[in-house]
């Protein structure tokens, strides 16, 4: 008999896969079918968990940002009387979620135009959320740093920590997901630092 549990399960399996194809071959080059056959289930069998390909995308935009939200709230509420820590914080979730999220961030890059306006009007409002928590935070940490810079700073490390699509896969001789996630770490921290001038 099916539980809600893994009805959830087949659901994250799908959308895991369907991101993981979509980021290879792009949207219109993959057919439920392939996604199906991914999960072992037919292509037919997909409308039981999703209307189309479009809602899977859909899914998969939406709820990674509304995830990075909640998660960066989170960290807020846990590090609210602590600047360096809540900074720290919110670059190792995204440090997390650029190394185990990479399709994701494809995706976003590539095939965001084709949600519904929406959907993507939402995307792009969770996105800014996100974004301002940083700014706080960084401005917190950087008191003299300006909003602008802040934003522009914290704009230039996402672009940072979201090129891990670009870097190949870990078996391939660069470095493993450890040495990875400590050099973004390193680098990210680093820009921030950068912001306050040296007298």
Known sequence: ?????????????????????????????????????????????????????????????????????????????????DAEALLASLIDGHIDFALDDRP???????????LRDSDRKLVRQLQRQYVELWVAAVRELHPVVAEAEARAAVH????????????????DGLLGRAATETLLRRLAHGAFAALTPVD
Request: overall charge neutral; proline content about 2%; hydrophobic content about 40%.
């Open 1 to 81: 008999m099916s539980t809600r549990t893994d009805a959830t399960t087949r659901r994250e399996q799908i959308l895991k896969e369907a991101a993981r194809l979509f980021a290879e071959r792009g949207f219109h080059g993959v057919g439920v079918d392939e996604i199906g056959a991914a999960v072992g289930i037919s292509g037919p069998g997909l409308y039981r968990h999703f209307a189309g390909k479009d809602a899977m995308l859909a899914e998969l935009l939406v709820g990674i940002s509304e995830r990075l939200l909640s998660g960066g709230r989170l960290r807020v509420e846990e590090s609210a009387t």
């Open 104 to 114: 994701l961030i494809t995706l976003h890059d590539r095939e965001l135009d084709r």
């Open 156 to 171: 230039a490390v996402f672009g940072l920590l979201n090129s891990t699509p670009h870097l190949g896969s870990y078996g």
